[in-house]
């Protein structure tokens, strides 16, 4: 046709969770025969008009006839104009065709998560539903995993080869890896990638840059705590070293207290044998009683009658499979008490996978947590999965645990305590503190 657009000044445009996300689903799909034009942010009604979302909107152009990295043999028609969710809309799927039946497996999901009082019928159908899409990814990451071996097959600058095998071995995800050496092809010259020490440098910094750390703001008493998570995590432990967090911060500078900091903690867990026990064990270290709330009434009943004559309530909640969807949405309708006014974190242990993680965030999203606090530090050699699933989620940081010792084990999360500790690099103490040490001076005031 006569007035048809080039395909070379057509734009097109893409929805997602964030920047970073349609960044890596552009690659996989085209390689770098795309061009980025701009992008804004976007919000999305949660449920019932409330907790909105928000997702990041990108305008790009193709190069190269717009023939995908996954497709040479072939022509692949070109892409449509949005995409309808942030996670695997519209990816290729094994055949070559275009495949949105994730959009309806999560919407399907997040509607039977929000229901205050879930069925049985309907966990069953989000069962279904979830081993569906979980076929489906694998599916998706057999096909990526050969698109990777093409586009490695192409001559790397030894740099280049030397990274990514630094990343591997701390086990990043392959999405997050082929961001980092997509940038260091982009930003960095030849003269630069001859100097590998320079290279590793710039990497380490664009990795503390990933980690987002929460910012944490004072508030009105009483401040309301709440850890959610899966079983096994040590929320119970890690809840204990908060409330000692408090004592210890009073302790070293009384001086900012008018009074001491009144703590009071609760327990919701009716699941595990002897949990409130436990918890009244480690309490008892710093003088405070734990209370037992089994209901939703329970719970704001205890709030209320603590609202007046408290600093810190802090929240112990049951432990669960992030595939029990039953009893994950029982125990938001506990939580559910008008005026709270709380501030929910996920748990997670430094040494879930990556593949886990993801699935745990997904089925916790629906507490809308503020951050999130990695437990069992000392128990992982690798950092690489967290750093990444959290990063490409967006997550933010809010605390570490290191060690069983409820007094002092207790971190301010920092990107230096995760750069430090990556295998392979050269680490430069003085330049990492320097750029991202301020992180830990925020510690000082245990601001939950």
């Not at 009683?289 to 719970?299: G, H, I, P, S, T």
């Not at 009658?305 to 802090?314: H, K, L, P, T």
């Not at 230096?416 to 001076?441: C, I, M, P, Q, T």
Request: glycine residues 4%; charged residues 30%; hydrophobic residues 35%.
């Amino acid at each position: 046709m006569a007035n048809e657009i080039p395909w070379q000044d057509k734009v097109y445009t893409i929805k997602g969770e964030s920047y970073a996300e349609i960044e890596d689903r552009l690659y996989q799909q085209y390689g770098v025969n795309f061009t980025i034009l701009n992008h804004k942010p976007g919000f999305k009604k949660g449920f019932l008009g409330f907790f909105q979302k928000q997702y990041c909107v990108v305008r790009y152009q193709l190069k190269n006839a717009a023939v995908p990295v996954a497709e040479k043999k072939s022509v692949v028609s070109a892409p449509s104009a949005s995409y309808s969710h942030a996670n695997l809309s519209n990816r290729i799927s094994p055949a070559g065709a275009t495949d949105n039946s994730t959009d309806s497996f999560l919407r399907n999901r997040d509607s039977i998560l929000n229901k205050v009082n879930p069925s049985v019928t309907s966990n069953i159908q989000l069962g279904v539903l979830t081993k569906q899409l979980d076929e489906f990814e694998k599916k998706i990451t057999q096909q990526m995993d050969r698109v990777v071996k093409v586009t490695s097959a192409e001559e790397e600058h030894n740099s280049i080869i030397r990274i990514r095998e630094i990343l591997e071995d701390n086990e990043f995800t392959r999405s997050y890896i082929n961001k980092i050496l997509e940038r260091i092809r982009r930003d960095l010259t030849i003269t630069e990638l001859d100097d590998f020490d320079f290279v590793q440098e710039k990497v380490m910094d664009w990795i503390g840059e990933s980690i987002l750390i929460a910012k944490e703001k004072t508030v009105a008493p009483p401040n309301v705590i709440i850890l959610v998570g899966p079983t096994g995590v040590g929320k119970t432990t890690t809840l204990a070293k908060m409330g000692a967090s408090v004592r210890i911060n009073y302790r070293d500078h009384k001086e900012k207290y008018k009074f001491p900091p009144r703590i009071r903690m609760i327990s919701t867990d009716s699941m595990r044998v002897g949990a409130v026990q436990q918890l009244q064990r480690w309490a008892e270290l710093i003088d405070v009683n734990v209370d037992k709330a089994e209901y939703a009434e329970d719970l704001e009943t205890l709030c209320r009658g603590y609202a007046e004559n408290s600093d810190y309530i802090f929240i112990d909640t049951s432990g669960y499979s992030p595939n029990d969807f039953k009893n994950i949405a029982k125990m938001r309708e506990t939580l559910s008490v008008k005026n709270m006014n709380e501030n929910i974190y996920l748990a997670v242990a430094a040494g879930v996978s990556a593949k886990d993680l993801e699935n745990i965030i997904r089925n916790y999203e629906c507490f809308n947590f503020k951050s999130v606090i990695v437990t069992k530090c000392d128990e992982t050699l690798v950092y690489g999965r967290i750093i990444s699933v959290l990063s490409e989620k967006e997550k933010s940081l809010s605390w570490l645990t290191v060690g069983q010792d409820v007094m002092g084990t207790l971190k301010k999360a920092s990107p230096v305590y995760f750069l430090e500790r990556l295998k392979g690099f050269k680490f430069n103490k003085e330049h990492v503190e320097k750029k991202f040490g301020n992180a830990d001076k925020e510690a000082m005031d245990y601001k939950f």
